[in-house]
């Protein structure tokens, strides 16, 4: 099975857990963005309001991939004010007819919510059900090892 691994990082979460998954399922990986900085105080209210409000305008995979080369993509990014940041769901919205058969969420966060309800509406966007999701809380967890459990599960 071919598997193409996306992330969304802020600050280097989100891609440790898509790189210990990606090392696992042999994957390909690829970074994507909406290309603004969002490092500092103004960046982190930023965030807050662009998930609120939806207010994403563009957003890319970084590189030459055709997402129709793979079979299966696994989609990485963190949560941010109570939910998927607004940076994954647009990546979803925009690139829904061209994700592979098998789409994957893999979901990022500091507290203890485990986001899942929020997760799986990302399908609305999707346009169809997704085949798993996981979401990975990041303080005082062994993240990179929950990530890497995931991976094994993976056919
Ligand atoms: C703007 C912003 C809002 C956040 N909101 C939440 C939140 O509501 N709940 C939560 O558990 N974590 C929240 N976080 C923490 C991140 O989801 C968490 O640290 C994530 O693993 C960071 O991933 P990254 O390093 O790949 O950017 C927020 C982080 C940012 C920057």
Request: aromatic residues 8%.
């Amino acid at each position: 099975m071919k598997t193409l691994c996306l992330y969304y990082t802020r600050t280097n979460t989100t891609k440790a857990a898509i790189k210990t998954i990606a090392d696992i399922a042999g994957a390909d990986v690829a970074q994507y963005t909406d290309g603004r900085k969002r490092t500092g105080l103004l960046g982190y209210i930023g965030a807050c309001f662009a998930t609120v409000d939806n207010t994403i305008s563009k957003v890319a995979i970084k590189g030459r991939v055709k997402l129709k080369d793979y079979d299966r993509v696994i989609i990485g990014m963190p949560v941010w004010a109570e939910g998927p940041c607004a940076i994954g769901r647009a990546l979803i919205k925009k690139y829904a007819g061209d994700m592979p058969p098998e789409v994957y969420y893999v979901v990022t966060h500091m507290g203890k919510n485990d986001y899942m309800a929020k997760i799986k509406a990302m399908d609305d966007l999707l346009g169809r059900p997704s085949k798993g999701q996981i979401s990975i809380r990041t303080k005082n967890n062994d993240y990179i090892k929950e990530a890497a459990e995931f991976a094994v599960t993976l056919d």
